[in-house]
């Protein structure tokens, strides 16, 4: 007898919310913001303030590529969150070190974007998000995503695995770690100015764990280009970790021989660490992870080893159990 054995991602979707609803939902709004006054108080002049937070933002000419077709693999067993929610509720410290970043992210010229894809790799490439975006195979995943804080969210990124960007760089066989880079940008980006901070905002992986099934570079959220304060118009999504790996707006991807600082651990490293994988049982120094508030509802649920998604990872750390890969 064959039984089909769930993933942990895989269980049913009865509670998610379905992909159709989000989409009356926008078409519903849509109609709603066309015959409303564009709210601009407060705004430099010269931007216009979308009518929600979540909306894509004006400059991105991928608009028209969206939706995608969502990859049936990665469903998830709890409602999505609300999109309203995830866009007025940010970490993005170029824009500031508090939560409420969205409005000041929308001063953040996504076009043109260009890429550098470097290190060691047998050619340096320069590329736009565009004509990166056209060598790619786009699709859409339902994604758990995890803040070291103990919030969490639920989440259809669209976008593409980033072993295919891997495979594209061409790596050296001497390439252990992929390092990704935030702009630097202080004229719109005020957080910048926080000299404290060791700018860019970078962070890392493994060349394992860069290239395994889950890692994904992030375009666009709930079937449309990804609001800017997401991270826009590329961030990473390595759902098995916590957030602060999911590094936003990239504009390089440097390949080295040596595990990278990242911006966290500069800042407080015996809090973050380089390999910051979700578990319950390993307590951040100043509180438990044994569970998470999933931001709309409240409601506090049991955080799951590697986010729920051991049975992809976990055979990426094995013989490397005596490095902190829990913080
Ligand atoms: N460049 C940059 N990337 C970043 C951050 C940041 O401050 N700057 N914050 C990180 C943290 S701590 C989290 S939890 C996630 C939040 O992503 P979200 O705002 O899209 O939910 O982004 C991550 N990526
Ligand atoms: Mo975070």
Same mark, same amino acid.
Not at 108 to 127: F, Q
């Given at each position: 007898?064959?039984?089909?054995?769930?993933?942990?991602?895989?269980?049913?979707?009865?509670? @998610?919310?379905?992909?159709?609803?989000?989409?009356?939902?926008?078409?519903?709004?849509?109609?709603?913001?066309?015959?409303?006054?564009?709210?601009?108080?407060?705004?430099?002049?010269?931007?216009?303030?979308?009518?929600? /937070?979540?909306?894509?933002?004006?400059?991105?000419?991928?608009?028209?590529?969206?939706?995608?077709?969502? *990859?049936?693999?990665?469903?998830?067993?709890?409602?999505?969150?609300?999109?309203?929610? *995830?866009?007025?509720? *940010? *970490?993005?410290?170029?824009?500031?070190?508090?939560?409420?970043?969205?409005?000041? /992210?929308?001063?953040?010229?996504?076009?043109?974007?260009?890429?550098?894809?470097?290190?060691?790799?047998?050619?340096?490439?320069?590329?736009?998000?565009?004509?990166?975006?056209?060598?790619?195979?786009?699709?859409?995943?339902?994604?758990?995503?995890?803040?070291?804080?103990?919030?969490?969210?639920?989440?259809?990124?669209?976008?593409?695995? %980033?072993?295919?960007?891997?495979?594209?760089?061409?790596?050296?066989?001497?390439?252990? !770690?992929?390092?990704?880079?935030?702009?630097?940008?202080?004229?719109?980006?005020?957080?910048?100015?926080?000299?404290?901070?060791?700018?860019?905002?970078?962070?890392?992986?493994?060349?394992?764990?860069?290239?395994?099934?889950?890692?994904?570079?992030?375009?666009?959220?709930?079937?449309?280009?990804?609001?800017?304060?997401?991270?826009?118009? %590329?961030?990473?999504?390595?759902?098995?970790?916590?957030?602060?790996?999911?590094?936003?707006?990239?504009?390089?991807?440097?390949?080295?021989?040596?595990?990278?600082?990242?911006?966290?651990?500069?800042?407080?490293?015996?809090?973050?660490?380089?390999?910051?994988?979700?578990?319950?049982?390993?307590?951040?120094?100043?509180?438990?992870?044994?569970?998470?508030?999933?931001?709309?509802?409240?409601?506090?649920?049991?955080?799951?080893?590697?986010?729920?998604?051991?049975? @992809?990872?976990?055979?990426? !750390?094995?013989?490397?159990?005596?490095?902190? %890969?829990?913080?």
């Amino acid at each position: 007898m064959l039984i089909k054995c769930p993933r942990g991602w895989e269980l049913p979707e009865s509670m @998610a919310t379905p992909e159709t609803a989000y989409f009356n939902r926008r078409t519903l709004m849509k109609g709603l913001a066309a015959g409303s006054i564009l709210a601009a108080t407060g705004f430099p002049s010269g931007h216009v303030l979308a009518a929600k /937070a979540s909306d894509p933002p004006a400059d991105d000419p991928s608009a028209k590529l969206y939706p995608f077709k969502k *990859n049936e693999k990665y469903t998830i067993d709890r409602a999505l969150t609300d999109p309203e929610v *995830n866009a007025t509720y *940010n *970490n993005f410290y170029e824009f500031g070190s508090h939560k409420e970043i969205w409005k000041d /992210a929308q001063k953040l010229p996504i076009r043109p974007w260009m890429v550098t894809i470097d290190g060691l790799v047998e050619n340096k490439i320069e590329i736009s998000v565009d004509d990166l975006m056209a060598k790619m195979q786009l699709e859409e995943r339902l994604y758990r995503h995890r803040c070291v804080e103990a919030w969490a969210m639920t989440i259809p990124w669209s976008g593409f695995p %980033l072993k295919v960007l891997v495979e594209f760089a061409k790596p050296l066989s001497a390439a252990k !770690y992929l390092v990704m880079e935030t702009f630097t940008n202080a004229k719109v980006a005020s957080g910048q100015k926080q000299f404290w901070y060791p700018w860019p905002y970078v962070d890392g992986l493994t060349i394992e764990e860069a290239t395994n099934e889950l890692a994904f570079i992030a375009t666009g959220a709930y079937g449309k280009p990804m609001a800017k304060q997401h991270g826009s118009p %590329l961030r990473l999504a390595v759902p098995w970790k916590y957030g602060f790996k999911h590094v936003k707006s990239i504009v390089r991807f440097s390949f080295a021989d040596k595990q990278p600082k990242t911006f966290w651990q500069t800042v407080q490293a015996s809090e973050y660490g380089f390999w910051a994988n979700v578990n319950p049982e390993v307590a951040h120094p100043r509180w438990s992870q044994k569970t998470e508030r999933l931001l709309g509802s409240g409601v506090r649920v049991p955080t799951l080893l590697y986010n729920g998604y051991a049975e @992809a990872v976990a055979a990426l !750390y094995l013989g490397k159990e005596k490095e902190p %890969l829990f913080r």
